[in-house]
């Protein structure tokens, strides 16, 4: 396995995991805090904000940015079969993911943080946080998507799966009969 080939699936796996996370946000998370007083969704918000900057989240999601990066150059300078693809997925992890959260995301949640929440500025900011959290979220989800299969497309454009034979004869592994009695016709 090559190191390009290496690199695509650890793309196209954080990739994939990004992608899940913010789409589980935006499909689950956020709607159930927004239906949640203004004082307790923006806290628990806060609180998912904290304990996200984990390890494990913390590796994947710059990992993921690192991987993106060596893996979008190396395609390039290398010119590695799908590379197009390649440098299409990186892109997409690169500015959908990355950009976006520190450009957008990010500097909401310290927003947030620096209210509040039991007030009614607290108030104002969750529901401004919102309106410019969630479609940005959105924006994350759908890049991830793209870039999994930018990444798949990548990888199937390698060219390295060789193609498997037709079967010959029968089912039954044997040679077609020319003549007389077949097992689909016995007379």
Not at 114 to 121: F, I, R
Not at 164 to 174: A, E, K, L
Request: charged share 5%; with cysteine.
């Amino acid at each position: 396995m090559t190191l390009t080939r290496i690199l695509t699936f650890a793309g196209l796996t954080g990739t994939a995991l990004m992608g899940g996370l913010f789409f589980a946000f935006g499909t689950s998370v956020m709607s159930s805090l927004e239906r949640l007083p203004a004082g307790q969704g923006a806290t628990a918000m806060n609180l998912i904000n904290v304990r996200i900057q984990n390890p494990l989240f913390l590796l994947i999601f710059m990992g993921t940015a690192l991987v993106c990066l060596v893996l979008g150059i190396v395609a390039l300078v290398q010119d590695t079969p799908g590379k197009w693809w390649l440098v299409a997925g990186s892109a997409l992890y690169l500015v959908g993911v990355i950009v976006l959260s520190f450009a957008v995301n990010i500097p909401l949640n310290d927003q947030l943080a620096a209210v509040d929440p039991a007030t009614a500025a607290g108030a104002t900011e969750w529901s401004n946080y919102l309106a410019k959290w969630n479609p940005a979220n959105n924006l994350r989800a759908i890049a991830c998507t793209l870039g999994v299969v930018a990444f798949g497309l990548g990888l199937l454009s390698g060219g390295s799966v060789e193609a498997v034979p037709p079967p010959q004869g029968n089912h039954y592994g044997g040679a077609l009969p020319t003549g007389g009695a077949t097992p689909w016709n016995n007379s």
